[in-house]
């Protein structure tokens, strides 16, 4: 089935970076790509964009190219996601989500993490 | 990148009531439509995939429909449990969500 575990919660100055991580486990990870999400407090949910865990390529979400970069390990079934130049519009919860036969939707989903900016 | 609208944004009903939510496409993403469920503090749930596809395990309340621009997502038989907000996703050009419906019972 599968699980995906993401790194700690993250507090950042305006202008600074995080990056977060995702180890998958329980499936074959380059089988499939991972998408990320995030969602701002009492907010909907925004697609970052997404990863192949098998060869590297990525897509992005217009708004955010530029400032997020994602990648993947496969010696650690971890894909990460770095986003730089960090605002107080990015403070909210970063999913990470197993792609699902190819596709940008998502079966299997990370438990979360936080990341807060603020001076 | 394609925008979703969702409406109604909220939605109050009661135990046994039938509901439906919309999602608007603005260019057509064919049936790359997918809906999902979310409870407060929790990651988001499948619900149904390639707009009407039921993901294993979901009721057989909850059924999907629509194709091009326009989908709904409808639940039949109202149960206290579906108290949540319901989110389209396009996945046929990226993976834009739509804001979302607050559905309250």
Known sequence: QGQLVQSGAEV???????????KASGYTFIKYH?????????????????????????????????????????STNTVYMELRNLRGDDTALYYCARGTGGYNYYSLWGQGTMVTVSS | ????????????????DRVTVTCRASQSV?????????????????LISKASTLEGGVPSRFSGSGSGTEFTLSITNLQPDDSATYYCQEYGSLGTFG???KLEI
Do not use: N
Not at chain 1, 12 to 22: F, L, Q, T, W
Not at chain 1, 56 to 64: F, H, K, S
Not at chain 2, 1 to 16: C, E, K, N, R, Y
């Open chain 1, 12 to 22: 950042r100055k305006p202008g600074a970076s995080v990056k977060v991580s995702c």
């Open chain 1, 34 to 74: 991972i998408g990320w999400v995030r969602q701002a407090p009492g907010q909907g949910l925004e697609w970052m964009g997404w990863i192949s865990a098998y060869s590297g390529d990525t897509d992005y979400a217009q708004r955010l190219k530029g400032r997020v970069t994602m990648t993947t390990d496969t």
């Open chain 2, 1 to 16: 990148d394609i925008q979703m609208t969702q409406f109604p944004t909220t939605l109050s009903a009661s135990v046994g």
């Open chain 2, 30 to 46: 064919s049936d790359w439509l997918a809906w999902y469920q979310q409870k407060p503090g929790k990651a988001p749930k499948l």
């Open chain 2, 99 to 101: 804001q979302g419906t």
